[in-house]
């Protein structure tokens, strides 16, 4: 099959849709809501919000904090690779043809990198939720029920 006949019909949708999703992933990981402050302003306020709605106590929310400064870490180089890969994906879509390879390449290092950054916040997460009693599991549990309520409507 010639390339000209690999996106036709259904396989163009396919395509079209993979491209949307990654300029939709680094959209999202260039972007936020509180821009134009540095990444440590903002694990300052999710770790006092984190305090205030989890009625966490000192011990908890170092370790709260301990997550967040592992992902501040793990996220320091976000703005450059958001940056490089938007060029990428720009050239992708400028081009006359959209290979294929190109898009699974971009995707493959979009993923490496959400791997990355989880594998960095991951045993400090762990550890914050062992910290967590039953009571705060549950406050944390109805939150992310909100959060999931306004992403489907």
Same mark, same amino acid.
């Given at each position: ?6 996106f ?20 999202? &990981? ?20 984190a ?7 000192? !011990? ?7 997550? &967040?400064?592992?992902?501040?870490a ?31 390449a ?5 993923? !490496? ?41």
């Amino acid at each position: 099959m010639d390339l000209r006949n690999a996106f036709r019909g259904r396989r163009k949708w396919v395509a079209v849709a993979g491209a949307l999703i990654v300029l939709v992933g680094i959209g999202a &990981a260039s972007t936020s809501h509180h821009r134009g402050h540095g990444p440590e302003a903002r694990a300052d306020w999710v770790t006092k919000m984190a305090t205030r709605k989890l009625d966490l106590d000192a !011990a908890q929310r170092a370790e709260f904090r301990k997550v &967040a400064d592992a992902f501040v870490a793990a996220s320091a180089s976000n703005r450059t690779i958001a940056q490089q890969m938007l060029r990428d994906t720009q050239a992708l879509v400028g081009a006359a043809q959209i290979d294929s390879a190109a898009v699974t390449a971009l995707t493959g290092r979009l993923k !490496a990198e959400f791997d990355q950054r989880v594998d960095a916040v991951l045993p400090s997460f762990l550890a914050f939720h062992a910290s967590l009693n039953g009571d705060q599991r549950g406050k944390l549990t109805r939150r992310m029920d909100r959060i999931l309520r306004r992403l489907s409507d």
